[in-house]
């Protein structure tokens, strides 16, 4: 038989370690399975296309994006609502009306490596070869359970092909403890399979040791959280702490010590574990123009919420509600933890060489003379990611990488698990290390209890802001019903006739809304359901 393939330029990762002749041959959706199943070299080519599955900027791919999980939380909006994303915002999420729905496509990618694990060992070739792609082809895998869990809970494992001629398709839905039990087996699995890194820059993107490890930490932190880990299980942050420790073991990575913005527009950087290396001509990847500002030609996709904006301490150390954090609010861009400078765009900065203005009829404003269609709705924008010396009149269309894993998160992770078993003693060292990096500089923290808890998650939501971990964040906490009961709000800037700002903080760009009784897991797809009878997930 022939199975259908979602089509996508081989370079669309950076992936392009085959011989040039073979990835200009036809797409494999042209080429019988007998062709492809007798050549290495071709099932390579389809491993790779399987990479998409991983989390990017690219909403078009049909997987999620990193972007849209963003606008879902309390630290971005989508101004053209893309993704649907509104529906989970505004609490209209539902089994008919979905949003950020991956049931499908994980389950397509997850039935294409299905068959890989069926045909891999009777492929002629290079058995070294075999194994990587048996490794990159596991923790991919893994990786559609690890997403399917994280959204739905327990799914059905399916590790078998199911063919047209199946009379008796009977799959129910496994716990979610049997899910994550199989995603850390796998990852187990895929660990000796893979090479520690690769010494072609076009293998960038592929799987390693270290990106298995870094998906398992990830993987058992989620699991040992409130969500799931209801009665603070103490083995299950252990096993998440030793996941953790495991990736900084490897001494393969190093804390990023340079200009913080750098960090997420140069690509191969030594924290980086594994990211998503992306053809611009192949792609059309826009996060330079998602993010920035109308007056610099940018359409204001992807936009800070005021929330986020707050969260930045002051460079004392200090939030900005804090008694002594010298916070003001008619003054509130000084002094902020470097971070803020890095990822964020406001009233007076500095970007492509001018002056951002979002004051009425300022170039950057709701009213601006040029382009106000695409301002900002809350009066800020990103520039995390956003590559001020790219042209894209000369250059085309953006070529930011978009990194899955990266040193800060497992140290994070670590010092998350550290406190949750009770080691809090160890888990602040990690966590001023991410803090006390050069290029950051921030005061050390001193904290215990519940306490370090919050403060670890407070440089989470900072360290990671616009990485896509948020909206799991606060999910897994089990804070969502507070934090995403908040309405999305941004500022009004008031231009005053002496050339001084007021800034005022009553604009309303989004009235959101949380359901504890359901949202915490997505619905299973209606259409999913009339064709599988599964349990559906409560209250949808």
Same mark, same amino acid.
């Given at each position: 038989?022939?199975?259908?393939?979602?089509?996508?330029?081989?370079?669309?990762?950076?992936?392009?370690?085959?011989?040039?002749?073979?990835?200009?041959?036809?797409?494999?959706?042209?080429?019988?399975?007998?062709?492809?199943?007798?050549?290495?070299?071709?099932?390579?080519?389809?491993?790779?296309?399987?990479?998409?599955?991983?989390?990017?900027?690219?909403?078009?791919? &049909?997987?999620?994006?990193?972007? &849209?999980?963003?606008?879902?939380?309390?630290?971005?909006?989508?101004?053209?609502?893309?993704?649907?994303?509104?529906?989970?915002?505004?609490?209209?999420?539902?089994?008919?009306?979905?949003?950020?729905?991956?049931?499908?496509?994980?389950?397509?990618?997850?039935?294409?490596? =299905?068959?890989?694990?069926?045909?891999?060992?009777?492929?002629?070739?290079?058995?070294?070869?075999?194994?990587?792609?048996?490794?990159?082809?596991?923790?991919?895998?893994?990786?559609?359970?690890?997403?399917?869990?994280?959204?739905?809970?327990?799914?059905?494992?399916?590790?078998?092909?199911?063919?047209? !001629?199946?009379?008796?398709?009977?799959?129910?839905?496994?716990?979610?403890?049997?899910?994550?039990?199989?995603?850390?087996?796998?990852?187990?699995?895929?660990?000796?399979?893979?090479?520690?890194?690769?010494?072609?820059?076009?293998?960038?993107?592929?799987?390693?040791?270290?990106?298995?490890?870094?998906?398992?930490?990830?993987?058992?932190?989620?699991?040992?959280?409130?969500?799931?880990?209801?009665?603070?299980?103490?083995?299950?942050?252990?096993?998440?702490?030793?996941?953790?420790?495991?990736?900084?073991?490897?001494?393969?990575?190093?804390?990023?010590?340079?200009?913080?913005?750098?960090?997420?527009?140069?690509?191969?950087?030594?924290?980086?574990?594994?990211?998503?290396?992306?053809?611009?001509?192949?792609?059309?990847?826009?996060?330079?123009?998602?993010?920035?500002?109308?007056?610099?030609?940018?359409?204001?996709?992807?936009?800070?919420?005021?929330?986020?904006?707050?969260?930045?301490?002051?460079?004392?150390?200090?939030?900005? @509600?804090?008694?002594?954090?010298?916070?003001?609010?008619?003054?509130?861009?000084?002094?902020?933890?470097?971070?803020?400078?890095?990822?964020?765009?406001?009233?007076?900065?500095?970007?492509?060489?001018? @002056?951002?203005?979002?004051?009425?009829?300022?170039?950057?404003?709701?009213?601006?003379?040029?382009?106000? &269609?695409?301002?900002? +709705?809350?009066?800020?924008?990103?520039?995390?990611?956003?590559?001020?010396?790219?042209?894209?009149?000369?250059?085309?269309?953006?070529?930011?990488?978009?990194?899955?894993?990266?040193?800060?998160?497992?140290?994070?992770?670590?010092?998350?698990?550290? =406190?949750?078993?009770?080691?809090?003693?160890?888990?602040?060292?990690?966590?001023?290390?991410?803090?006390?990096?050069?290029?950051? +500089?921030?005061?050390?923290?001193?904290?215990?209890?519940?306490?370090?808890?919050?403060?670890?998650?407070?440089?989470?939501?900072?360290?990671?802001?616009?990485?896509?971990?948020?909206?799991?964040?606060?999910?897994?906490?089990?804070?969502?019903?507070?934090?995403?009961?908040?309405?999305?709000?941004?500022?009004?800037?008031?231009?005053?006739?002496?050339?001084?700002?007021?800034?005022?903080?009553?604009?309303?760009?989004? !009235?959101?809304?949380?359901?504890?009784?359901?949202?915490?897991?997505?619905?299973?797809?209606?259409?999913?359901?009339?064709?599988?009878?599964?349990?559906?997930?409560?209250?949808?």
């Amino acid at each position: 038989m022939k199975f259908k393939n979602i089509i996508i330029a081989l370079s669309f990762m950076g992936l392009v370690s085959c011989k040039k002749d073979l990835l200009d041959s036809k797409p494999l959706n042209l080429i019988s399975d007998e062709t492809l199943w007798s050549d290495v070299n071709l099932v390579e080519k389809f491993v790779n296309e399987k990479y998409v599955v991983l989390p990017h900027f690219y909403m078009y791919s &049909g997987v999620p994006s990193h972007l &849209g999980y963003a606008a879902a939380s309390d630290e971005t909006y989508a101004k053209f609502l893309y993704e649907n994303v509104n529906r989970i915002t505004t609490g209209a999420l539902s089994a008919d009306l979905l949003a950020l729905d991956s049931w499908t496509v994980d389950y397509n990618y997850i039935r294409e490596l =299905n068959v890989f694990f069926s045909k891999i060992e009777s492929v002629p070739g290079d058995q070294g070869k075999k194994n990587r792609l048996k490794g990159e082809a596991t923790f991919l895998r893994a990786y559609c359970y690890f997403d399917l869990a994280s959204k739905y809970g327990g799914v059905p494992l399916i590790t078998k092909v199911y063919n047209a !001629t199946d009379q008796n398709f009977v799959e129910k839905r496994a716990s979610y403890e049997e899910v994550i039990k199989f995603v850390v087996d796998e990852l187990d699995k895929a660990v000796p399979l893979l090479p520690l890194s690769y010494s072609a820059n076009l293998d960038l993107g592929r799987a390693t040791k270290g990106a298995a490890l870094a998906l398992k930490s990830r993987t058992l932190l989620y699991a040992a959280s409130p969500l799931w880990n209801t009665n603070n299980d103490q083995t299950k942050w252990k096993a998440a702490a030793d996941a953790a420790k495991a990736v900084i073991d490897m001494n393969q990575y190093v804390l990023y010590q340079g200009d913080y913005h750098n960090l997420f527009i140069q690509p191969d950087l030594p924290e980086v574990i594994i990211g998503y290396h992306i053809d611009p001509i192949k792609t059309n990847a826009y996060s330079d123009t998602f993010f920035s500002p109308c007056g610099s030609n940018g359409y204001s996709a992807y936009i800070p919420t005021q929330h986020i904006v707050d969260q930045f301490e002051m460079k004392n150390g200090k939030m900005i @509600t804090e008694t002594g954090s010298g916070y003001s609010d008619q003054n509130p861009y000084i002094d902020r933890d470097p971070r803020f400078y890095a990822n964020i765009l406001y009233n007076g900065a500095q970007f492509k060489g001018r @002056t951002l203005a979002y004051y009425d009829k300022g170039a950057d404003s709701r009213t601006a003379p040029v382009n106000a &269609g695409n301002a900002s +709705n809350t009066c800020y924008n990103w520039k995390k990611y956003n590559d001020e010396t790219h042209n894209e009149a000369i250059e085309g269309e953006s070529k930011t990488p978009f990194i899955i894993f990266r040193l800060s998160e497992i140290y994070l992770n670590y010092a998350e698990a550290l =406190n949750g078993a009770g080691n809090d003693g160890e888990a602040i060292i990690w966590l001023n290390k991410i803090r006390q990096r050069t290029g950051v +500089n921030m005061p050390a923290v001193s904290a215990t209890g519940t306490d370090l808890r919050d403060k670890i998650r407070h440089e989470r939501e900072v360290e990671l802001c616009l990485e896509g971990h948020r909206f799991f964040d606060v999910r897994r906490w089990k804070i969502a019903e507070i934090t995403d009961n908040k309405n999305a709000m941004g500022v009004n800037v008031i231009k005053n006739a002496n050339g001084s700002f007021t800034y005022d903080y009553s604009l309303l760009v989004e !009235t959101r809304k949380f359901d504890a009784t359901k949202h915490y897991l997505f619905p299973i797809p209606k259409y999913e359901l009339d064709k599988v009878k599964l349990v559906q997930n409560p209250n949808y």
